[in-house]
């Protein structure tokens, strides 16, 4: 099996001229928090617990559980306490929640939070919606965070939206991007994800983006968040791929979208990424049925409508 992967790989990396595809990727599970912030429906505390507790069987190391944000801004993250007490904790899987100011943090760290993450933006319009202040005020907070962090031993990782597109000011330039993921590596983030918010970003932009950010920051620190609105999230991270970047977020089912961002689908389905690499040859270390599994039963309490992943259709209505 391992050498019918390395074939594969070197014929991919032939045949695209590429540098390099990674032997291995790491998936960033976000449906937990990020697929269901949006939801118009309160999700039971239960179904949230069990949702996490199934992904937990699949082979993923990282599961995104829930967002310390006050319940005013977004409604269905008010259980994270509950939600993040109630799970069965895996060995070897990382549990991260969003912060956004140090009162978040506070409240993670009593509900025994091991790893945080801090959200921010590149572009100013979509700061203010989406986290009430400027960017600069916004780094300003997270470094708050980040300091508080590093005093009780808990990893960071950072998220920087609309590095591809903003619903208010349209394109993001690649230099606003690099500015915003540097500040956060230098305030102690561990990982920088990237995120196409609103999904409106094609293989050209990424490019574009990941040549500006990775000439200040190495690649091993970033990852990739993309939405799917327009159809281009796989072409996207395959982009990604080529130029070295080996951490993919995702969402089982593609659950998710932005509450402050109009229009913007959902994310990239785990399912649909997993499928993606498994005819690359790269290896994730997650069970693709298993995930399948847990979309199903996230899917029974949300109604199918809300799962577009196309390899999770195709998976559960036939044989193929």
């Given at each position: 099996?391992?050498r019918?992967?390395?074939?594969?790989?070197?014929?991919?990396r032939h045949?695209?001229g590429v540098?390099?595809?990674?032997?291995q990727?790491k998936i960033v599970?976000?449906g937990p928090?990020?697929?269901?912030q949006?939801?118009?429906t309160?999700v039971?505390?239960?179904v949230k617990?069990?949702?996490?507790?199934?992904?937990s069987q699949?082979?993923?190391?990282?599961?995104?559980?829930t967002?310390?944000?006050?319940?005013?801004?977004?409604?269905?993250m008010?259980?994270?306490?509950?939600?993040l007490?109630g799970?069965?904790r895996h060995?070897?899987?990382?549990?991260?929640?969003l912060?956004p100011?140090?009162?978040?943090?506070?409240?993670a760290?009593?509900?025994n939070?091991?790893?945080v993450a801090v959200?921010g933006?590149a572009?100013e319009?979509f700061s203010r919606k989406?986290?009430?202040?400027?960017i600069?005020e916004?780094?300003?907070?997270?470094?708050?965070?980040c300091d508080?962090?590093?005093h009780?031993?808990?990893?960071?990782?950072?998220y920087?939206?609309?590095?591809?597109?903003c619903p208010?000011?349209g394109?993001?330039s690649?230099k606003?991007v690099?500015?915003v993921?540097?500040?956060m590596k230098?305030?102690g983030?561990?990982?920088i994800?990237?995120?196409?918010t609103?999904?409106v970003?094609?293989?050209?932009?990424?490019s574009a983006?990941?040549?500006?950010?990775?000439?200040?920051?190495?690649l091993s620190?970033?990852a990739?968040h993309?939405h799917?609105?327009?159809g281009q999230?796989?072409?996207?991270?395959?982009t990604?791929?080529?130029?070295g970047?080996?951490v993919v977020?995702?969402?089982?089912?593609?659950l998710?979208?932005?509450?402050?961002?109009?229009?913007a689908?959902?994310n990239v389905?785990?399912e649909?990424v997993?499928?993606?690499l498994?005819?690359?040859?790269i290896?994730t270390?997650v069970?693709?049925?298993?995930?399948v599994?847990?979309?199903?039963y996230?899917?029974n309490?949300l109604?199918?409508k809300?799962?577009?992943s196309?390899?999770?259709r195709?998976?559960?209505?036939?044989?193929?």
């Open positions: 099996m391992q019918g992967r390395s074939t594969c790989l070197r014929q991919l045949l695209c540098r390099q595809f990674p032997q990727v599970e976000v928090r990020d697929g269901l949006n939801e118009k309160t039971p505390t239960d617990i069990e949702f996490i507790n199934k992904l699949t082979g993923l190391r990282v599961i995104e559980a967002s310390f944000v006050s319940p005013k801004w977004v409604p269905q008010a259980d994270h306490a509950a939600v007490s799970i069965k060995p070897g899987v990382s549990y991260p929640v912060t100011n140090l009162k978040g943090f506070q409240a760290v009593e509900a939070a091991q790893e959200f933006a572009s319009s989406n986290v009430n202040c400027s600069d916004s780094l300003e907070r997270f470094k708050l965070v508080a962090a590093a009780k031993g808990i990893p960071v990782r950072g920087v939206s609309c590095v591809l597109g208010y000011e394109k993001i690649p606003a690099s500015k993921a540097v500040k230098e305030m983030c561990y990982e994800s990237l995120g196409d609103i999904g970003g094609t293989a050209g932009g990424m983006m990941l040549e500006e950010v990775s000439s200040h920051l190495p620190c970033l990739v993309c799917d609105t327009y999230a796989l072409s996207n991270i395959l990604a791929l080529q130029m970047v080996s977020d995702s969402a089982a089912g593609g998710g979208g932005c509450p402050y961002a109009p229009g689908s959902g389905a785990t649909d997993i499928y993606l498994d005819g690359m040859g290896e270390g069970d693709l049925m298993k995930v599994e847990a979309s199903r996230i899917s309490h109604g199918n809300t799962v577009s196309k390899v999770f195709a998976l559960t209505s036939s044989k193929l």
